[in-house]
């Protein structure tokens, strides 16, 4: 089993930044890949950005060139650097590891809101 907690999440105006932290707790060990995705109200939860654990980064389209994906391996702490903010980046942002083959986990959720 692996717990997620997400924090850092809050109020920003658009243009402005947030940064999201993600603590992962358990079986590290089995964790191949963490991530982040969102869900705004009234939509589908929709894939934000990945980080493997070779380190290697994937990002939506949506988020290119303004959130940043990083690890610390020595906190177990997965991190979304989000800049340039727009109010359409506003969503409940979730964090998601896959470990060993096929199991997956949650956080709770951490809303983020950005005015204009």
């Known amino acids: 089993q692996v717990q997620l907690v997400e924090s850092g999440g809050g109020l920003a105006q658009a243009g402005g930044s947030l940064r999201l932290e993600c603590a992962a707790s358990?079986?590290?060990?089995?964790?191949?890949?963490m991530g982040w995705y969102r869900q705004a109200p009234g939509k589908q939860r929709e894939y934000v950005a990945r980080i493997t654990s070779g380190d290697g980064t994937n990002y939506a389209d949506s988020v290119k060139g303004r959130f940043t994906i990083s690890r610390d391996n020595a906190k177990n702490t997965v991190y979304l650097q989000m800049n340039s903010l727009k109010p359409e980046d506003t969503a409940v942002y979730y964090c998601?590891?896959?470990?060993?083959?096929?199991?997956?986990?949650w956080g709770q959720g951490t809303q983020v809101t950005v005015s204009s």
């Open positions: 358990g079986r590290l060990r089995s964790i191949n890949s």
């Open positions: 998601n590891c896959i470990a060993g083959l096929v199991s997956e986990y």
